[in-house]
């Protein structure tokens, strides 16, 4: 059903990803491409107790569906309700599929969202089949080829077109296509198909994320809890846009002490000074800042004086959350990867994960914490990187990254095996932790203490 690889195209880059561990490179590949199918919320503690919160939720469910899946928490990261997929009968889809309904074809990101729970908005529709009506029930199907061009009107026929399940028409084609969104004088917006069940079993409810709760990645939730920022302390957030973990340190340190957030991209940090502001959080800053550049060396520390605007002193912060750029391949479900994606733009995450690395060491204070982790897979932005800190900063030393949902890190030339038990990679082989299931992402996550 789903593609046994997201780099059926690109199969040089893909012997790029495990170079030391290829023999788990096959089983990876088949997990990148099919979606997870819990669902998670961060609760926002601030707000809302997860009892009130998970009652609401399950409220939720049970009006849309006869048997509703039960929600339920994971011991040690209180804060997190999963979701786990419908009990739906993947029999039922396959026998819609074979009956005489229309087609709508969504792109691979689309798609992909689709499979974890998403509807369709209007600017996500390839290919609506003419004659379409509003209310009329649709076979939904992801181009995985990238070959369907967007308005187009008959049945859009190809070998590489996935089947995501049915949805209803809430828009017909001359609202999606209209002359003002062809002009894109005034670009369609809205659901365009409502789905009412996917292949993923993840239920279709969209995202119900408020105030009072986030739908965020599992292992962003558990990174978060490895820094484990508490009230009082300085925190450096090196790469923080769109801000979903430096939200979640506000609320793990009851938006008191001093947070820095720093992106480098000006019209993320516009968004995410918003968000604070809208929110009147005491404890946050951010500033649109090159992380890279972010120690100064001639600078004095300013002892218990509010911190200014960077560059900063060494020994400034208690901890630092480097949520590094990266090539981002632990996003599942990845049906297709670009084929522009080369063997080079893998090699330059590394060299900036380095620089960032680099700058924060000198910025953490003695005993300071730092955790670094990313959203990929690949051995040398994760492992690697690890293994050149090891080397590179005798004064950084790994420790055990907990609360542990994950698996342990890969082999990799540098790291014992008890260093690579410290590590937390969610990978293909993490399906239960604590006694609950577990179908998460890919991600990273290393943490080191600076022992002076
Ligand atoms: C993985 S995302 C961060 C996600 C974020 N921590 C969150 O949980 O919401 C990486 C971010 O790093 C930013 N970035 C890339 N290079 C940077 C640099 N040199 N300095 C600061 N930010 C950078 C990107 O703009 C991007 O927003």
Known sequence: MYPKSPFLRNSLVESQILRRN??????LMNWLCRPPTITTYRVNTLRISVPAFKQKFQQILFEKYAKPPKVYEIPNIPEVVCIPPTPLSLLDLTKKETEPLREVVVDGCCGAALLRGAHIYAPGVLAMEAGTKLGEEVLVYADLAGKCKQGTNTRYESDEKLFLGVGVVRMQRHQIYGPAAVDK???SKGVAVEMIATTSGVPSIGDLSSNEALLQNLPSIVCVRVLNPQPGERVLDMCAAPGNKTMHMVEMMGDQGEIIALDKVVNKITTLQEKITANSLKSVRSYAFDASRVYDAAKVPE????????PYAANTFDKILLDAPCSALGNRPLLTVSPH???RMLDSYPKVQRKLFTAAVPLLKPNGVLVYSTCTVTEQENEGIVAWVLEKFPQMKLVAATPRLGGSGL????LSDVERQYLQRFSHDTTEAEGVPIDAVGFFIAKFIKKY
């Open 22 to 27: 290829a023999n788990q490179l096959e089983e």
């Open 185 to 187: 004088a005034e670009p």
């Open 303 to 310: 002892d218990n004086a509010c911190l200014e605007m960077p």
């Open 341 to 343: 994606m080369s063997a």
């Open 411 to 414: 082999a990799y030339n540098g």
